[in-house]
C-alpha cells in the first residue's frame, strides 16, 4: 500500500505532478467555456423572450438540440465537425468570390473543441435559467422604466439585468457544477485533462482503483470549492435584499 | 419507399445507410437496453436511501448523504472507470463473492454503475419530494393512528411520487443521454455503434444520424412523460 502512495507522489517517481497538470487543464476548460456558455445563454434566453417568432423558433430549436444530445456526441459533434465546417465555408467564400481555390484545411484542437462543446451545452441549459430569471423580474418594474421614459433597452440594461444575476444565480451553479463534470468527457478526444492523466497513471502503474478514486476525490474537491465560491456570491448578490427579507 | 429511400431521398447517404444503418439499429436496442434496466432498479434503490435520508438515524442518515454525495459530486465517466477498471484489482475477492461476472462484462458493469448513480439522483428527487409534504399531514395521520410505514405508504408517498415526477422525467432524459458513456468501455450502444462506423467509414454523417435519433428518442419520452404526469395529476385540475 506504502508503495502504492508513493505513486502519488510529486516529481519524477510519482504521478502527483501529472495529475494536478490534468486538474489545472480541467479548470482552465471549464473556466474558459463559461463566460461563452453565459452568454449564449443570455443571447438565447433573449430570443426565446423576443417579440420575433423566427427568434423564439431559433431558440427553441437550439435549446431542445443542445440539451437532448448527449454530451459526448456533441463533443465529438464539434470535434471533427469544426474542421470540415470552417474548410467547407472557406472553400465555399473562396468559390463566392472567384478566387482560387486555396484548399484550406482547418483543424481544431482539443482544447477549443471541448471549449466550444462544454459552451454549447452550458449555454442551452442555462438560456432556461436566465429565461426564468427575466420573467422572474415583476411586469410592474418594466411598466415604471417606461413611465419614466427608458428605451426598451435601456430598460434592460439598468432595471431587469442587474436583478437577472441575482434571480439566475442558484441556476448557474447547478449547471456549472454539471460542466465541471462534463469537462471529464472531454478526456475521449485525448485531451490531458484530469481524466486523461489519471487513466494514463492507472494503466501506467497498474493502480486503476487508486488513480481513479484520487480522481474523483479531486472533482469532489472542486464540486465543494465552487459550492462554497457559490454561496458566498449568492450571498453578495442578495444583500441588498437581506435586510428586507428580515422585516418581511 | 423502404425507410433507406426515404432517408436517402432526405439527403443522407443510401450506401452507408445501408451498410451501417442495422448496426445503429442495434445499438439503439443496446442504449435501450442500458436505461430501461439501470433506471428502474435505481428507483428501486432510491426508495430506501431516500427513508433513510429524512427517517434514518445519525449514522444511517450520515452513510447514505456519503453515498449519494460521492456520486452526484463526481463525474459518471469516472465512476465507471472505477468500478470496472479498478474492479480489476480485486479480481480474487470479486471472484469468491460470486459477482466477478459483472465486474467483468462491460455492460453488466455500466448497468450496476447507472444504477448507484442514477439512485443518487432519484433518492434525493424522492428525499426533497418527501420533505415538501406538509408536517401537519403526517402529524395528522400519528393522530388517526396510522404506523410510520402506513404513513409513508398512504400519506406521503403518493403525493411525494407527484411532486417527483417532472424531475424523474428529468432524470431518466438524463440517462437516456448518460448512457452513451457506456461506449467508452467498449459496450456497443448507439454512441459505440456510430464510433465504430465512423472509423470505418470516416463519414461524419453518421453521427449526424446518431445524433438524430438521441434527439428523437428524448423527444419521444419528453412527451411520454407528459401525457403521464397528465393522468397522475388529473383528480389535481380545476374544471
Not at chain 2, 477498471?85 to 453488466?108: I, K, N
Amino acid at each position: 500500500m506504502s508503495e502504492a502512495l508513493a505513486s502519488l507522489a510529486y516529481g519524477p517517481d510519482g504521478w502527483g505532478d501529472e495529475l494536478l497538470s490534468g486538474l489545472w487543464l480541467t479548470v482552465r476548460l471549464a473556466l474558459t467555456a463559461l463566460p461563452f456558455g453565459l452568454g449564449i445563454g443570455l443571447g438565447v434566453a433573449l430570443l426565446k423572450d423576443s417579440r420575433s417568432w423566427t427568434g423564439r423558433l431559433f431558440g427553441e430549436a437550439y435549446t431542445t438540440v443542445f440539451r437532448g444530445l448527449p454530451e459526448l456526441l456533441t463533443i465529438f459533434i464539434v470535434y471533427f465537425g469544426a474542421p470540415r465546417l470552417l474548410s467547407a465555408s472557406v472553400a465555399w467564400t473562396e468559390r463566392l468570390t472567384g478566387r482560387e481555390p486555396s484548399g484550406f484545411a482547418a483543424a481544431v484542437d482539443g482544447f477549443t473543441a471541448g471549449v466550444v462543446a462544454l459552451a454549447l451545452v452550458f449555454g442551452a441549459f442555462s438560456s432556461e435559467v436566465f429565461l426564468g430569471a427575466i420573467r422572474g423580474v415583476p411586469g410592474s418594474q418594466r411598466e415604471a422604466a417606461e413611465s419614466l421614459g427608458l428605451s426598451r433597452f435601456a430598460t434592460f440594461r439598468l432595471v431587469i439585468l442587474p436583478q437577472v444575476w441575482r434571480l439566475a444565480l442558484p441556476g448557474l451553479t447547478n449547471n456549472w457544477l454539471v460542466m465541471l463534470k462534463d469537462t471529464s468527457l472531454v478526456s475521449v478526444i485525448a485531451l490531458a485533462e484530469l481524466m486523461r492523466q489519471s487513466d494514463v497513471a492507472a494503466r501506467a502503474t497498474h493502480e486503476p482503483f487508486l488513480f481513479y478514486l484520487v480522481a474523483c476525490l479531486l472533482y469532489l474537491g472542486l464540486s465543494g470549492l465552487s459550492t462554497a465560491g457559490a454561496l458566498w456570491l449568492e450571498r453578495r448578490a442578495g444583500r441588498s435584499f437581506a435586510s428586507a427579507a428580515r422585516q418581511g | 419507399m423502404t425507410a433507406a429511400d426515404f432517408l436517402g431521398s432526405a439527403g443522407f447517404d443510401p450506401v452507408l445507410l445501408d451498410q451501417y444503418g442495422p448496426s445503429l439499429l442495434r445499438g439503439l436496442r443496446t442504449t435501450l437496453a442500458l436505461v430501461a434496466i439501470s433506471v428502474p432498479l435505481g428507483f428501486a434503490l432510491a426508495l430506501p436511501l431516500a427513508f433513510v435520508r429524512v427517517e434514518g438515524g445519525p449514522l444511517l442518515r450520515a452513510a447514505a448523504t456519503g453515498f449519494t454525495g460521492f456520486f452526484r459530486g463526481t463525474p459518471l465517466l469516472a465512476q465507471l472507470f472505477l468500478l470496472y477498471y479498478g474492479a480489476a484489482q480485486f479480481h480474487g475477492a470479486l471472484q469468491a463473492a460470486g459477482v466477478w461476472w459483472m465486474f467483468r462484462d462491460a455492460f453488466w458493469c455500466a448497468i450496476l454503475t447507472f444504477t448507484l448513480n442514477t439512485a443518487s439522483y432519484q433518492a434525493e428527487i424522492l428525499r426533497g419530494a418527501a420533505q415538501a409534504i406538509p408536517a401537519g399531514q403526517i402529524e395528522a395521520g400519528r393522530a388517526l393512528g396510522f404506523g410510520q410505514f402506513g404513513i409513508y405508504r398512504a400519506i406521503v408517498g403518493p403525493q411525494a411520487l407527484i411532486l417527483a415526477l417532472r424531475p424523474l422525467g428529468n432524470e431518466l432524459i438524463l440517462m437516456i443521454k448518460a448512457s452513451s458513456l457506456a461506449s467508452v468501455v467498449t459496450v456497443v450502444d448507439l454512441m459505440g455503434a456510430s464510433k465504430r462506423a465512423f472509423s470505418g467509414s470516416l463519414d461524419f454523417e453518421v453521427y449526424l444520424w446518431a445524433a438524430l435519433i438521441y434527439l428523437a428518442l428524448v423527444e419521444i419520452v419528453r412527451r411520454i412523460w407528459n401525457a403521464l404526469e397528465r393522468r397522475m395529476t388529473r383528480h389535481l385540475r380545476t374544471a
